[in-house]
């Protein structure tokens, strides 16, 4: 069972659902349903200090656990998919609509949690969220970011970079779960121009500009070549980074991650936009 309920002293309950956890709020106090979907290769016990922050403004969170992703062995993300991943996360859109009917459901996608949450809408030609939350999401892959593909054709799995405490397998991510990421991502790029007003509704990007993996410039693009005109792009202060950190500016998910003043900017963005509606 998992234990982040002892880091949340502001719920009502947890429990185990399908694909992931459920953290209540005391129904006279819930203001919506937040579905928060993760990152390649992030350990979903990671959000835990969002989880306490939503729950506080009185929000009740679904936290998805994609297969590969689940606290079991290595094995579980060897043959994963996208048509896996698309089916979980339908899951859990369908199961928070029947825990908060009549209240609002919204979307926190992290990285690969943003375009899946893009590639599901797409799909299904409808929104499923009144507002949306991408934390540099993953529609604007910078070039290199492609060669982790054919390097996994050599060997089975890419060891991660990111800090252990963040990872869901610390051996590292495997080819199928990279094939799975582009998979994705090719149906998000493939997508119509017109398809794109079904995700057209208020939607916020965070993101630094100087994310290692995801190009802000291009993601600023595409919102004006799609002609999403609910969007808008905030900007989280460039990391100064060390050899040390270099590859985790992209990591922006808690405090320790962004930084205390660059956290309080985050949350206060989030509590505008999904609280009072800025």
């Not at 982040?4 to 429990?15: E, F, G, I, T």
């Not at 129904?27 to 959000?47: F, T, Y």
């Not at 690969?112 to 590639?119: A, C, E, W, Y």
Request: charged letters at 25%.
């Amino acid at each position: 069972m998992d234990q982040s309920h002892l880091w949340v002293r502001s719920l009502s309950s947890v429990r185990q659902v399908d694909s992931g956890y459920w953290f209540s709020v005391e129904k006279d106090q819930c203001r919506g349903g937040v579905l928060l979907a993760h990152g390649l290769n992030m350990n979903p016990k990671s959000w835990r200090e969002m989880i306490v922050f939503l729950n506080r403004l009185g929000l009740a969170v679904y936290r998805l656990e994609l297969k590969g992703h689940r606290g079991l062995n290595f094995e579980d993300m060897m043959d994963v998919s996208a048509r896996e991943w698309l089916e979980q996360f339908n899951s859990a859109v369908e199961f928070m609509a029947e825990q908060i009917p009549g209240l609002p459901a919204y979307l926190v996608g992290y990285s690969l949690g943003g375009l899946l949450g893009m590639v599901a809408q797409l799909q299904k030609s409808e929104p499923c969220f009144e507002r949306q939350v991408l934390l540099a999401p993953a529609l604007a892959l910078k070039l290199y970011t492609r060669l982790a593909l054919p390097m996994t054709r050599v060997v089975s799995f890419l060891a991660s970079r990111s800090p252990k405490e963040y990872v869901a397998n610390t051996r590292g991510t495997t080819g199928a779960a990279y094939q799975a990421l582009f998979d994705l991502e090719r149906e998000f790029r493939s997508a119509e121009e017109r398809q794109f007003s079904v995700v057209n509704y208020p939607t916020l990007i965070i993101m630094r500009p100087n994310d290692e993996l995801i190009s802000y410039r291009c993601t600023k693009k595409l919102i004006e070549r799609r002609e999403l005109n609910r969007w808008k792009l905030a900007e989280l202060p460039k990391k100064k980074t060390t050899h040390r950190d270099l590859y985790f500016r992209h990591l922006i998910i808690d405090e320790k991650s962004v930084g205390e003043r660059s956290w309080q900017k985050l949350t206060k963005l989030l509590e505008e936009f999904l609280i009072r509606g800025e």
